[in-house]
């Protein structure tokens, strides 16, 4: 090991971690919330997360863009966690074609219902607690592609280095993923997100 | 432009990532369509509805001792498995909860309970391995007293028809518990004359749970780090 590594003390590295990830906790905190829907999830969530990235100090000292990379890490943490929480083997969600998908349906019919005066009614379905037992039925996977485009603003070609996931296939689950919410606020109930994996 | 390539591209316009030309069309389009602004308008509205959900703080001091436990573990090497019941109880139901009819002359082991804390939600998720498809399948949640499908608020039953895939079927429940006691979930997927059931132990407890009848706060995290204490 170097003698002049930035981290050459221990004491003196655990006090550089924490100057790395302490201007990131907050916003961390509030994805991994949205993420998991619970205090108690995203705290265990974050966590886990510290407890994978303090061995890696030096390497997080050296990215540029600190922020982007930790939500990445998060996030596979998180799917992984869920993945492992139904204990079965990673399967894809099931990818169609974007294309296809607005052949087949607006994907924004749901959320943009061209009947007049629907106005009022999309507003309605829009109050707080209507909306949150609809986010809390989503499925982990949808509330986590949500959070991050629709909620924290990441852009498509962000999400696209972030998930490594193509763009089509992005849009592709986004628009199902922004469908599944319109549905669960339109039938007014938390009907519960069966979300169907087909084997690879 | 027409509507359907507008749609097509909307999200790059609302960024900004398309190239002058295109971003022109798609304005022009806007102008023109008042459907494709109401889409546009809607979108927008669901965003920043959802960017105003609340986000509870964590418990006070969560950060150092979550800093002071990344230091003091050693990295995982495995998974500990040892989340609150219903993550487990889900893992454990992919085990056995097979949506194929040979599986139902084999009797299943009873699955461990679920416990739920008073007046929280509590999302428990259910995977149905079907081996073909099956369109017009119904679900339905028989739930026991004191514990409510959030968004059916006081009904006991819950039923709905859905079309399975074949292969893994999730199901997320979000639970609600009105009241202490204990019970039992039904659930159960019909299909023709077909019928498979689950049986799942609930209880209620008034204080912050880590298992069936286990300590009233759980000392670490699924993955066996250390929880920080309110």
């Not at chain 2, 990295?75 to 194929?100: E, H, K, N, S």
């Not at chain 2, 428990?124 to 119904?138: D, K, V, W, Y």
Request: glycine letters at 6%; aromatic letters at 8%; charged letters at 30%.
């Amino acid at each position: 090991m170097e003698r002049n590594s930035r981290f050459g003390s221990a004491s003196q590295g655990q006090s550089d971690f924490e100057r790395l990830v302490r201007p990131h906790f907050d916003y961390l905190y509030k994805v991994a919330y949205r993420f998991t829907g619970t205090t108690d999830r995203a705290e265990d969530l974050i966590q886990d997360l510290l407890v994978r990235l303090y061995p890696r100090a030096e390497e997080l000292a050296k990215i540029e863009q600190l922020r982007p990379w930790l939500v990445r890490v998060m996030y596979r943490l998180f799917i992984d966690q869920t993945r492992r929480d139904a204990r079965r083997p990673y399967v894809a969600i099931a990818e169609s074609d974007f294309a296809a998908d607005v052949e087949n349906g607006d994907p924004y019919a749901e959320i943009a219902d061209p009947a007049p005066g629907p106005d009022v009614a999309f507003e309605l379905a829009l109050d707080r607690k209507r909306l949150m037992s609809a986010w809390e039925a989503l499925s982990p996977e949808h509330k986590a592609l949500l959070t991050l485009y629709d909620v924290e603003g990441y852009t498509l070609e962000e999400l696209e280095r972030l998930l490594d996931v193509a763009l089509g296939t992005l849009k592709s689950r986004l628009h199902r993923a922004r469908r599944r919410l319109a549905e669960l606020l339109r039938s007014g109930s938390s009907a519960p997100d069966v979300g169907s994996e087909r084997t690879k | 432009m027409n509507c359907r390539t507008f749609v097509e591209r909307m999200e790059e316009y609302l960024e900004g990532a398309l190239d002058a030309d295109a971003h022109d069309r798609a304005a022009a389009h806007l102008h023109e369509c008042a459907d494709c602004r109401r889409r546009v308008e809607r979108l927008q509205t669901l965003r920043a509805a959802l960017c105003n959900l609340p986000v509870p703080p964590p418990r006070p001091g969560f950060f150092e001792h979550a800093i002071a436990q990344a230091q003091a573990e050693p990295p995982p090497r495995r998974r500990y498995w040892i989340y609150a019941a219903g993550a487990a109880l889900a893992a454990g139901l992919v085990l056995w909860v097979g949506f194929r009819w040979r599986l139902n002359a084999i009797p299943a082991p009873a699955p461990a309970g679920v416990t739920i804390t008073l007046n929280e939600t509590r999302t428990i998720q259910l995977s149905f391995n079907a081996e073909r498809e099956l369109p017009g399948a119904t679900l339905s949640i028989r739930l026991p007293d004191g514990v409510e499908l959030r968004g059916f608020p006081e009904q006991r039953e819950v039923r709905w028809q859905t079309s399975l895939v074949r292969g893994v079927n999730v199901l997320s429940l979000p639970l609600v518990a009105k009241s202490t006691g204990e019970g039992t979930l039904l659930a159960s997927i019909q299909h023709g004359d077909r019928r498979t059931e689950l049986a799942i132990p609930l209880r209620v407890s008034d204080r912050p749970h880590t298992s069936a009848g286990g300590p009233a706060y759980a000392e670490r995290n699924r993955s066996g780090v250390p929880r920080a204490r309110a």
